[in-house]
């Protein structure tokens, strides 16, 4: 169960050859053809609600997101079940309480958002500060797994081969974002969100079929298979080694359903809609789409510790991330004939391309943030065509640094860099988002102290958790400087965000408040219900 045969390798590395070629061919077709920012940042809004719902699909689930809460189901069973349930409760919080109103306020980037109240350029360069730092760690994460599932599918072990991978696909994700901007990395997600579920669909009902369509019955076996008996299926297993297994469970969803909401590069969707009436219903879609794969990657995690083995998936991978392969492979059967070696070729080439696709939406969002919010706001105003060429150079700024820090960062756990991730989303993401968007007489301060306060929180916290020190499966397994009684930041850098805020606010003084009111409720009917749409 570790590696394919020859002829399996030589089809998967056809196949990842052959959908590189072709999704690099779709961002050269779809890019922009002239000058037109628009174009570039929203591609004109000229998605349907259903497509556009299947990209906002696609960039919320990432192959970190597929991956690592695949191996939380097959190592830890009910708390990763409710993990993945947090994913999908986290988009429908944004579906039901920011979509509409992140539309109506935003046009290109979250720095616009934030700055349409507030306009300052001190608040466009925190908004692409943060955006890059709550981005950058997930981006790491994606990399490097390229890496890690290249060498697992194909059988190599050699490092400068992984590390090859890593630096040939980050160049290919740097060219999707530079060249197709928005409309071609939709256009990529579109294919990954299709390939990744459909194949997960089939996956899903071979599993299901092994047990004759019984849940119960897989969950059973799953419980024997993971060593850990009925535990296996009630809260707690994975937090059980801390002194507050409790606390820390509810700390880690306040950071998904928070976090995950609010990254910049699921946000910026928003901003393709062309009316709110394709905002509701491309959520609509991409709600039910996340529903789907949360079905999906947790018969799939529950399937591979019922027919491999909690123990063989740990001894492969610590975190479990090979969890979503192994469940697939143990669905095809022995993978000695042609048909299963092509079904399990589809499920990781799926995955192969979720890789791709995810980095391409983050460094465009990444990219469109550090040329909009930095550049474009200088003194000195920037010609159309300028500023798109800054944002195909800003991919490159981003990337490259990825790339680097990827291959530094590969051979360690990675799961603190996605936690940290969801951490700066929830704590300073949300708070400043919520505050901007409902709050009379929030100032600019205020926000400032939100980006600023919420980011430093998380940064100075996160060292400290078990996730990077202290226990065997830490980022630094040998180094113990964990003082943090838990593995997320959430409950203290969620509460600290929105404090911050508050304090900021205050401090600004009753004669700013009194004027952010008056400004909020001048534009409160355009940003809540639409009723003027103005852009830029």
């Known amino acids: 169960m570790t590696g394919f045969d020859d002829n399996a390798q030589a089809m998967a590395l056809v196949a990842f050859t052959a959908i590189a070629t072709v999704t690099l061919l779709l961002c050269v ?60 409760l986290s988009l429908l919080l944004l579906m039901f309480l920011m979509a509409e ?39 790491l994460v ?36 530079a060249i197709g901007g928005m409309k071609g990395t939709a256009l990529i997600q579109i294919l990954k969100i299709v390939m990744l579920l459909g194949s997960g669909a089939v996956v899903t009902v071979l599993l299901l079929s092994r047990f004759d369509w019984n849940p119960g019955a897989l969950f059973d076996a799953a419980a024997r298979g993971s060593g ?16 507050h297994p409790g606390l820390d469970m509810v700390s880690s969803q306040l950071a998904v359903v928070l976090g995950g909401a609010c990254l910049p590069h699921v946000t910026m969707r928003m901003y393709t809609a062309s009316s709110a009436r394709q905002v509701r219903r491309s959520m609509s879609w991409a709600v039910s789409l ?3 794969f949360v079905l999906v990657v947790t018969v799939v995690g ?16 610590a975190a479990g991330n090979t969890a979503y392969l192994l469940g697939s492979r143990a669905a095809f059967g022995t993978g000695v004939t042609m048909v299963e070696t092509l079904l399990f070729t589809t499920v990781s080439t799926a995955l192969f391309l979720t890789l791709l696709a995810s980095v391409a939406g983050m460094i465009l969002a990444c990219a469109n943030s550090l040329a909009h919010d930095v550049f474009a706001t200088r003194p000195r105003e920037l010609t159309p065509r300028r500023e798109m060429t800054l944002a ?103 509460p600290a965000g929105f404090a911050f805020g508050w304090l900021g606010t205050v401090a600004s003084g009753r004669g700013k408040t009194d004027e952010q009111r008056r400004r909020y409720e001048a534009m409160e009917a355009e940003l809540l219900a639409g009723a003027v749409r103005r852009r830029g």
């Open 392 to 494: 195909r150079l800003s991919a490159l700024a981003v990337g490259v640094p990825a790339i680097l820090l990827a291959t530094l960062v590969q051979h360690r756990s990675l799961q603190p860099l996605a936690t940290m991730s969801f951490c700066l989303g929830a704590s300073a993401l949300c708070p400043a988002l919520v505050y901007s968007l409902f709050w009379r007489r929030f100032t600019r301060t205020g926000l400032l102290w939100t980006l600023i306060g919420g980011t430093v929180t998380v940064l100075v916290l996160m060292p400290g958790t078990s996730l990077v020190s202290g226990t065997p499966v830490a980022a630094f397994p040998d180094a113990d400087f964990n003082w943090f009684p838990f593995t997320t930041t959430g409950l203290v850098s969620i």
């Open 142 to 177: 994606q990399l490097a797994g390229t890496g890690q599932l290249l060498s697992f599918l194909l059988g190599f072990t050699s490092e400068s081969v992984q590390t090859g991978c890593i630096v040939g696909v980050g160049a290919l994700m740097i060219s999707y974002a």
């Open 290 to 292: 996340v529903a789907l």
């Open 101 to 139: 109103p992140l539309r109506n306020a935003g046009r290109f980037t979250m720095g616009d958002v934030l700055s349409r109240r507030t306009p300052a350029r001190s608040v466009r360069v925190a908004a692409c500060v943060v955006t890059i730092a709550a981005l950058l760690p997930m981006m």
């Open 228 to 243: 850990a008996g009925p535990a296996f299926l009630h809260p707690g297993l994975e937090y059980a080694a801390g002194p």
């Open 302 to 317: 529950l399937g591979a510790t019922a027919l491999v083995g909690r123990e063989t998936i740990a001894h492969l991978d």
């Open 29 to 88: 077709m779809t890019g922009p053809d002239r000058d037109d920012l628009d174009e570039f940042y929203t591609g004109y809004g000229s998605l349907s609600p259903m497509r556009n719902g299947l990209a906002i699909a696609g960039d919320y689930i990432s192959a970190a997101t597929v991956l690592g809460t695949g191996g939380v189901i097959a190592l830890f069973g009910y708390d990763g079940v409710v993990l993945a349930l947090s994913t999908a």
